[in-house]
């Protein structure tokens, strides 16, 4: 699957698919998520997209994790709507864990030549740094981010001092550009 990524050619776009949707053990779904994010720059790259964004909503949480991560690279400002509803539906304990680095080793002996691809956050920081980098440009896209941003800030229950920080700088980023 690192291999596919790694290739970036949409030849192997059906076999990512089904680790996607299937490989949720010893971490091939997030590794397929990754190796999705690096078709960005081939011709007709951004269709994984949507398939990215479909499995968001019901993937577990290392897959979340990679899909949220995936997405970010990817930079679709549509992507906006599934990273809120996602972080939405999950309950605070989901949103405070800490999201797993994806890592290949590259030596056989799982020990030498380690590349980090992925690096470990909270999901709320990953979803929020994912809006970020997606970014809100369109007016249209703007007036549905900045409230649920502003809902955010408000549910001091839900949510940690540092993802409230996190959306009160993404609001002001966006609002300031």
Known sequence: VWG??????????????RALDEGDEGGVGPMAAWAMAQLRDQREGRSVVPV????????????????VHALSVLGDERSNMVLM???DARPPTFRAQTCPAIRIFTGPDHHADERILVRP??????????LGRVR???PEMRALV?????????????????TRQAAANLLEGIRSS
Do not use: I
């Open 52 to 67: 990215l964004e479909q499995r968001l909503l019901t993937a577990p949480f290392e897959t979340a994790c990679a899909v």
């Open 146 to 162: 900045e409230p649920w941003l502003e809902t955010v800030l408000e549910e001091t229950s839900d949510n940690s001092l540092a």
């Open 121 to 130: 956050e909270s999901f709320a920081m990953k979803t929020l740094q994912a």
């Open 136 to 138: 809100a440009t369109s």
């Open 4 to 17: 596919l990524g790694y290739l970036q050619h949409l030849d192997g776009l059906e076999v990512l698919t």
């Open 85 to 87: 509803r996602s972080f």
